[in-house]
């Protein structure tokens, strides 16, 4: 990531790379390594707090050796750098980097001034126009309530000046998280040319940014985003879930996934309860591969197969950002019609117990899993 907000989720990956500056304005990595997510989730742990970006090739090419010459290739399971640093512990994986480094630093594979200017010429800004306005042109449309709320919640600010950074929603409520049709596809193709320099982004949420939007043109592709389906605004609230597949189209899955999604959007469609529950992350999978991220989402929904019948595990204050976490299981799991009135219960201890600003991982975290095990499994009287 080279955001202090990581949008990549560094820390639930083999390698996380995060792009900082040193004390002198130097650039390059803090590296983290031993990351992941299914069947064994862990945390991923900073071997290097400062790697100079000269050296980025070679300090990875040792990470590669040592885990190929000591990962665990008996057993496809356990075939993850993760397992070798939870083995060792990542202090000894960093001795062990940095012995192995000393064989390949400053080699062949150095990074030049010349080789990262090339690199970077692959990457060059699109042409931004000059002294654009920081506001939408078509006035009449500022005081629309509803392209407001879109673009409270849909609209990132951009580094330059009378631009900014638009998602395209996939998250409408009755769509299988992040679905688009194929006719969806040419119109976010002719949304990117037409506002967008020719350039859509997937996000791991499962939606799509266009990156580089003119701040004056927010009213149009607003208007016409919002006439393909793709101006829900709900961006980072509870229903802008991450999903997979599942057991309607994985061979893998213990239980499906979309249909929970679906009751959940049902069931929570009212967008001003949304907005007032704030920043929230809904994370689902059908087995424990965990394509659905659900260890990592404040609320995570796991299915689980018990003799044959599907039912679902919930945690709680998982998060992938930079803050991330892995959630806390809540006890034991439930039956899929049952899982909307568990996220409501989940939902009302978080907004009974919540301080004046606080978002529902931070509530979660101070509290701890306790309230709402209490009432998600209260007996009725
Ligand atoms: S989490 Fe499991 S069910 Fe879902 S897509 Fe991955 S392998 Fe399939």
């Keep these: 990531t080279g955001s202090r907000a990581d949008r990549a989720a560094t820390q639930v990956h083999d390698i996380g790379l995060e792009v900082i500056k040193n004390e002198t304005g130097e650039t390059g990595f803090k590296v983290l390594v031993g990351g992941g997510l299914g069947r064994t989730p862990i945390i991923g742990s900073v071997i290097?707090?400062?790697?100079?970006?000269?050296?980025?090739?070679?300090?990875?090419?040792?990470?590669?050796?040592?885990?190929?010459?000591?990962?665990?290739?008996?057993?496809?399971?356990?075939?993850?750098?993760?397992?070798?640093?939870?083995?060792?512990?990542?202090?000894?994986?960093?001795?062990?980097?940095?012995?192995?480094?000393?064989?390949?630093?400053?080699?062949p594979a150095t990074l030049t001034d010349a080789e990262i200017a090339r690199a970077r010429s692959f990457f060059s800004h699109p042409a931004y126009e000059d002294q654009l306005p920081d506001e939408s042109r078509t006035t009449e449309l500022l005081a629309n309530k509803a392209f407001e709320k879109w673009r409270d919640r849909n609209v990132r600010p951009h580094k330059v000046s009378g631009y900014c950074a638009v998602f395209l929603s996939l998250k409408p409520t009755g769509v299988a998280p992040g679905d688009v049709t194929?006719?969806?596809?040419?119109?976010?193709?002719?949304?990117?040319?037409?506002?967008?320099?020719?350039?859509?982004?997937?996000?791991?949420?499962?939606?799509?940014?266009?990156?580089?939007?003119?701040?004056?043109d927010l009213p149009q592709l607003w208007q016409e985003a919002r006439a393909h389906g793709f101006a829900t605004p709900n961006i980072g609230t509870l229903t802008d879930m991450i999903c997979c597949p599942g057991g309607d189209f994985c061979s893998l899955a213990n239980a499906k996934s979309i249909p929970i999604a679906e009751a959940i959007q049902r069931r929570f469609d009212d967008m001003d309860y949304l907005y007032d529950l704030g920043d929230l992350s809904l994370n689902i999978s059908g087995c424990m591969n965990a394509c659905g991220h659900h260890h990592v989402g404040n609320i995570g929904i796991l299915g689980v197969d018990k003799k044959g019948q599907e039912f679902y595990q919930i945690q709680l204050g998982g998060s992938a950002g930079t803050d991330a976490a892995l959630g806390g299981v809540l006890g034991p799991s439930f039956l899929a019609n049952e899982v909307p009135d568990v996220v409501e219960k989940i939902l009302q201890t978080y907004v009974e117990l919540r301080i004046e600003g606080e978002r529902f991982l931070d509530t979660q975290r101070r509290v701890g899993l306790e309230p709402f095990k209490e009432s998600v499994y209260a007996k009725a009287a």
């Design 48 to 107: 290097r707090e400062f790697l100079p970006a000269k050296h980025l090739l070679t300090y990875l090419d040792a990470i590669l050796r040592v885990y190929n010459r000591y990962g665990r290739r008996d057993n496809k399971y356990k075939a993850r750098i993760k397992i070798l640093v939870k083995a060792w512990t990542p202090e000894v994986f960093a001795e062990k980097v940095e012995a192995e480094w000393q064989h390949v630093k400053d080699g």
């Design 182 to 216: 194929d006719g969806q596809l040419e119109a976010i193709a002719e949304l990117a040319d037409r506002f967008s320099f020719g350039e859509a982004r997937v996000t791991h949420q499962q939606n799509v940014v266009l990156a580089d939007v003119r701040v004056q």
